[in-house]
């Protein structure tokens, strides 16, 4: 089977950094995602990494260690607009896209 | 270059009965994933289509079924509903059968069972 763990909730100040952390086991590694979606709104894609290391994409950036079987996203200069929920997902055996329970960003001024 | 979309928006149905829900693709996209999202929860994967052939399904039961049309567009029939079934039902559309990267949501449709 395929399990994702995450933290639940985070909260930071507008302007700071926050890093969420997300450990998996899976049957079959195809590479990590992550996933922001807004109250009410549709998942939309951040970023993916399948091999070792750091991809940046502006404000946010992720991290992933397949021999550790973790990832994590960064957030650097928070925005109010960045509350959300964050989701980190798993590709594995079967085509499955496996997601997190999520994580909740509160972004406080 | 139109977006996923999905229809109805919301449902209310009763238990026992049979629902369809619809996803049109992004244009140019040939795979469709579709998700169970409960609410505070992570979505839940129930299968994936590519080229109208089931291309992977997740651990739900056979009474959820899905079709996907020559035009890449599908649809998800749930039958007889459970309350259990209430929640964000999302589709996602990318392109190629070994989807590694983005997926596009749309903005699903919220059943609720009663």
């Known amino acids: 089977g395929q399990s994702l763990e995450q933290p639940s909730e985070v909260t930071a100040v507008e302007g700071a950094i926050v890093q969420i952390n997300c450990t998996y086991q899976t049957s079959g590694f195809y590479g990590l995602s992550w996933y922001q979606q807004h109250d009410g709104g549709a998942p939309t894609f951040l970023s993916y990494n399948g091999l070792d290391g750091l991809e940046e994409t502006g404000r946010f950036s992720s991290f992933l260690s397949r021999s550790d079987s973790y990832g994590y996203l960064l957030l650097q200069e928070l925005q109010m607009k960045d509350s959300a929920s964050y989701f980190c997902?798993?590709?594995?055996?079967?085509?499955?896209?496996?997601f997190g329970g999520g994580t909740r960003l509160m972004v406080k001024p | 270059e139109t977006g996923v979309t999905q229809s109805p928006t919301h449902l209310i149905k009763t238990r026992g009965q049979q629902v369809t829900l619809r996803c049109s693709s992004q244009?140019?996209?040939?795979?469709v994933s579709w998700y169970q999202q409960a609410l505070g929860q992570g979505p839940q994967f129930i299968f994936q289509y590519y080229r109208e052939e089931e291309n992977g399904r997740g651990n739900f039961p056979p009474r959820f079924s899905g079709l996907q049309f020559p035009n890449y567009s599908s649809e998800l029939n749930v039958n007889a509903l459970e309350l259990d079934d209430s929640a964000l039902y999302l589709c996602?559309?990318?392109?190629?059968?070994?989807?590694?990267?983005?997926?596009?949501f749309g903005p699903g449709t919220r059943l609720t069972v009663l």
């Open positions: 996602a559309s990318s392109i190629g059968q070994l989807s590694y990267n983005e997926q596009f």
């Open positions: 244009s140019g996209h040939n795979t």
């Open positions: 997902a798993v590709k594995g055996a079967g085509n499955m896209l496996t």
